[in-house]
């Protein structure tokens, strides 16, 4: 199985700064056949249900702010977060989908305001 | 509108059966892959099991293979997750969500259901 781990696993950053949260995978989940990266990243709020903010590792859900923004390929990959607003405190995850099941998650940042 | 609602959640004793349903609606339900997704209370996401959106393949996570099942009814647009042998670290919220039929990111989530498994 594919096992993520996030870095860090908490995180406190002050309104208007910049977030990055980091999640390596065991294996490489890029698929060279189409040049896509099977990784996608989650929004989690209390008492909710996750929210899909990123999916190929880079590309938006619609609907999900412009300050959200996924990068990386093949093990490492980065959400960034350009300017933290106070509704953006939540647990992100990332998730790969690569080839078959079990789709693994990372095991959670939470994301706090300094 | 995509909406996933999940029920059949409950306490129950370590041993028995429960049986989850995910009721879909807003979209073509034949179309997508259904997954369970579950979170025991203060942790994170432990992807579950997977009916195909033909019903074709399915896959479990070790921690449930021989003890749970799923399936779905294309004509009730709905999936169920059979749950026996419950155990104590069963206990969780059960979500449903929903695949791509190929790319298993999970675009919507249904609000899910608490399975507490005690004596």
């Known amino acids: 199985d594919i096992v993520m781990t996030q870095s860090p696993d908490s995180l406190a950053v002050s309104l208007g700064e910049r977030a990055t949260i980091n999640c390596k995978s065991s294996?490489?989940?890029?698929?060279?056949?189409?040049?896509?990266?099977?990784l996608a990243w989650y929004q989690q709020k209390p008492g909710q249900p996750p929210k899909l903010l990123i999916y190929?590792?880079?590309t938006r859900e619609s609907g999900v702010p412009d300050r959200f923004s996924g990068s990386g390929s093949g093990t490492d990959f980065t959400l960034t977060i350009s300017s933290l607003q106070a509704e953006d405190v939540a647990v992100y995850y990332c998730q790969q989908y690569y080839n078959t099941p079990p789709y693994t998650f990372g095991q959670g940042t939470k994301l706090e305001i300094k | 509108q995509v909406h996933l609602v999940e029920s059949g959640g409950g306490v129950v004793q370590p041993g028995r059966s429960l049986r989850l349903s995910c009721a879909a609606s807003?979209?073509?339900?034949?179309?997508?892959?259904i997954h369970w997704v579950r979170q025991a209370p203060g942790k994170g996401l432990e992807w579950v099991a997977v009916?195909?959106?033909?019903?074709?393949?399915?896959y479990y996570a070790d921690s449930v293979k021989g003890r749970f099942t799923i399936s779905r009814d294309n004509s009730k647009n709905t999936v169920y997750l059979q749950m026996n042998g419950l155990r104590a670290e069963d206990t969780a919220v059960y979500y449903c969500?929903?695949?791509?039929?190929?790319?298993?990111?999970?675009?919507?989530w249904g609000q899910g259901t608490l399975v507490t498994v005690s004596s």
């Open positions: 969500a929903r695949g791509q039929q190929w790319e298993h990111y999970f675009d919507y």
């Open positions: 807003g979209f073509t339900f034949s179309s997508y892959g």
């Open positions: 190929w590792a880079s």
């Open positions: 294996q490489s989940v890029f698929y060279s056949s189409n040049n896509k990266n099977y």
């Open positions: 009916k195909w959106y033909d019903g074709s393949y399915t």
